[in-house]
């Protein structure tokens, strides 16, 4: 197993455009959580899914973000009509539950979106 | 709600020599986990260091170890034969308890910026 990977690691884009960012977790794991980090900031959370079902998604997730898990594997997260505030480390981790409870969240490189 | 403060937004050490980074949390639950992540320079996060709440002992990792004062709300982070390898971000980490149906998301501190001094 590679990890989490996420694609791609950098995107410039133009305010008003859409952008979409992958992330491939763990392949056992079935919890996937997106955060976002900005310079001097520790990550925030986004929003998280168990198996394909999106459970929560914070405040911070506006209305121009969304996200979606299809049968569970990767995820995808949208940003539409991108704006300069959007600029930020998009980050993916994911974990496993059990009987034991959560596992660790395993991060992902991230996505570094600018938008000039 | 809970919340994760680092007061240190730098920290400096010399090749070898110990050092400890502090951070504090607020929240009114029992059960939890206190994480340290480090981030070096453009690379992942990777986890340090974890502790449950519940168990005393302070926990260990190599030359990584906490001090878990539960009643202070305080998890510093203690870095001993501190390597050039080390500098990084290092971010402290809250999460409630996860049994099945918990959120289980990390709540982050602004993070400790580690540099080592050959």
């Known amino acids: 197993d590679t990890g989490v990977s996420q694609d791609p690691r950098h995107k410039i884009t133009k305010r008003g455009q859409n952008v979409t960012f992958r992330c491939d977790p763990i392949?056992?794991?079935?919890?996937l959580y997106w955060y976002r980090q900005t310079l001097g900031q520790g990550p925030e959370f986004l929003t998280y899914f168990q198996n394909e079902a999106q459970l929560e998604k914070s405040r911070l997730l506006s209305d121009r973000f969304s996200a979606e898990r299809p049968k569970g594997s990767f995820s995808t997260l949208e940003i539409q009509r991108t704006e300069q505030g959007d600029s930020a480390m998009y980050l993916c981790?994911?974990?496993?539950?059990?009987?034991?409870?959560?596992?660790?969240?395993?991060f992902g490189p991230g996505t570094r979106l600018t938008v000039t | 709600a809970q919340t994760v403060t680092q007061s240190q937004p730098e920290m400096s050490v010399q090749e070898a020599e110990t050092v400890t980074l502090s951070c504090t949390y607020d929240?009114?639950?029992?059960?939890?986990?206190l994480f340290w992540y480090k981030q070096p320079p453009s690379r992942q996060m990777i986890l340090v260091i974890r502790q449950e709440a519940y168990k005393q002992q302070n926990a260990t990792e190599n030359r990584f170890s906490v001090n878990f004062q539960k009643a202070a709300k305080s998890f510093s982070l203690k870095i001993s034969d501190s390597q050039l390898g080390d500098a990084a971000m290092y971010f402290c980490?809250?999460?409630?308890?996860?049994?099945?149906?918990?959120?289980?998301?990390?709540?982050f501190g602004k993070g400790t910026k580690l540099s080592v001094k050959p």
């Open positions: 980490a809250y999460r409630s308890a996860g049994y099945g149906g918990s959120q289980g998301n990390l709540i």
């Open positions: 392949s056992e794991h079935n919890r």
């Open positions: 929240t009114s639950e029992s059960d939890y986990y």
């Open positions: 981790a994911s974990s496993a539950t059990g009987t034991g409870g959560l596992s660790e969240q395993y």
